[in-house]
């Protein structure tokens, strides 16, 4: 009878237990993906920031300016793989999250089917 209770408390909660530990997955590579972002973008700005006080005559402000250009379009690339990585993760996480609703639609049974289980 333990087992047929064990294996009814495996078909009922396995699917909440699974899904809890991709969610948990997924949440640490979503934060690991914002902590690096946060430090490359900083490191980003604060090396800006002090090749822009580097600057000491009119040529060097010049080409500073012209630098801005190439770092907008980095923060820019950045951003847009950032963006890529944190989607692909959100994909990853749904069809996860659908393969476990499928499996759990297909492994449901009857009530009739669950009593039997347990009886035996």
Avoid: C, H, W
């Avoid at 899904?19 to 690991?32: F, L």
């Avoid at 820019?76 to 793989?81: G, K, T």
């Avoid at 393969?99 to 089917?113: L, R, V």
């Amino acid at each position: 009878m333990a087992t047929a209770q064990t294996q009814t408390f495996e078909q009922a909660f396995g699917p909440f237990m699974t899904y809890g530990r991709i969610a948990v997955e997924t949440a640490e590579k979503a934060a690991e993906i914002q902590m690096d972002s946060m430090k490359a973008y900083t490191k980003l700005g604060m090396d800006n920031f002090a090749d822009g006080l580097k600057v000491s005559n009119f040529d060097q402000l010049v080409a500073y300016t012209e630098k801005q250009k190439g770092i907008v379009k980095k923060a820019s690339d950045m951003f847009m793989e950032d963006s890529k990585a944190l989607a692909d993760l959100n994909a990853k996480f749904f069809d996860g999250a659908k393969t476990i609703f499928e499996d759990s639609i297909k492994t449901m049974t009857t009530p009739k089917e669950t009593a039997k289980a347990s009886s035996k």
